[in-house]
């Protein structure tokens, strides 16, 4: 049976540290590609932060020429957007999942209850919290009551991991 890894990825909507983050988050990545026997990466595409773990999960597989890993997108709800576009966000990840709990909600709480869906099943939490308000923070709040392994991208040395 295969060894999973998973990886659950939280941020703020806006996003504006790209270059100093990217070289962090790509030995992250690396470390886990290469220490594990698999790893699933769950993402969401709600902001900025989402779309940039993404392109680089998908920058640091082709330089490490692993494929253990999958990145997966985990929809809270059906959306117009993912409607309009299925093709080619199918050629972009590797999955794309729908959370069932969340797509029976709301749609204002639908992404927290997602979230929480997500982090209830991933081994590691890797974020990019800078202020205390929002919906990630609110969601790495949670990660912390659940006791998760955490990594801020925002702190600069090991108090980044928790």
Not at 20 to 41: G, H, P, Q, S
Not at 77 to 100: A, G, K, P
Not at 104 to 128: G, S, V
């Amino acid at each position: 049976m295969l060894n999973i890894y998973t990886c659950a990825f939280f941020g703020h909507r806006d996003f504006y540290t790209h270059l100093k983050c990217e070289e962090k988050l790509a030995v992250i990545v690396k470390d886990l590609i290469t220490k594990n026997e698999y790893v699933d990466f769950l993402v969401g595409r709600n902001g900025e932060f989402d779309q940039f773990v993404s392109s680089t999960i998908l920058h640091t597989r082709r330089e490490c020429f692993q494929g253990n890993s999958s990145l997966i997108w985990v929809l809270p709800y059906v959306t117009t957007e993912y409607l309009n576009n299925q093709r080619s966000f199918e050629d972009y990840y590797d999955e794309i999942r729908m959370c069932e709990k969340s797509s029976m909600a709301h749609f204002k709480a639908a992404i927290q209850i997602r979230n929480r869906e997500m982090l209830d099943y991933a081994d590691l939490i890797i974020c990019y919290i800078e202020r205390d308000s929002g919906g990630a923070y609110q969601t790495i709040q949670y990660a912390k009551r659940q006791k998760k392994r955490i990594i801020n991208l925002v702190i600069d040395d090991e108090r980044g991991w928790a």
